[in-house]
């Protein structure tokens, strides 16, 4: 699936912002453990190379879906409370066979875990 995963955690992360549970505009810490080294393509950790900034959710999701950012996309993927989150969302809607497990920054640590997703 690779980056197509990406697009499931924005719709559950919208999802989740319609059921009032988490707020489009709320700050996200950007902690230093999401950064991907030693290079990942993530415009948002070009721009903070530190991490250690609170990015709003808007943002990073436009970064996800925009620009495919690895990095935005681990940090919403944990917002929205992780791939099981995600996977329950995208069966309630009728999508079969979809199954996410990994996130980028495992796919950096090891590109065969890219098959379980």
Do not use: C, W
């Not at 707020?23 to 080294?37: A, E, G, K, T």
């Not at 070009?46 to 925009?66: A, H, T």
């Amino acid at each position: 699936m690779q980056s197509v995963f990406k697009l499931p955690v924005a719709i559950t992360a919208l999802h989740l912002v319609e059921e009032g549970k988490i707020m489009r505009n709320q700050p996200v810490r950007f902690l230093p453990s999401d950064r991907i080294l030693p290079r990942t393509h993530s415009p948002l950790q070009d721009k903070y190379p530190d991490g250690n900034v609170d990015i709003p959710l808007r943002e990073l999701l436009q970064l996800e879906i925009s620009e495919s950012d690895n990095v935005a996309a681990d940090i919403a993927l944990r917002t929205v409370g992780g791939p099981a989150i995600v996977n329950d969302y995208m069966e309630s809607l009728g999508v079969q066979g979809f199954h996410l497990e990994d996130d980028e920054q495992g796919l950096a640590r090891d590109v065969k875990v890219q098959y379980r997703n």
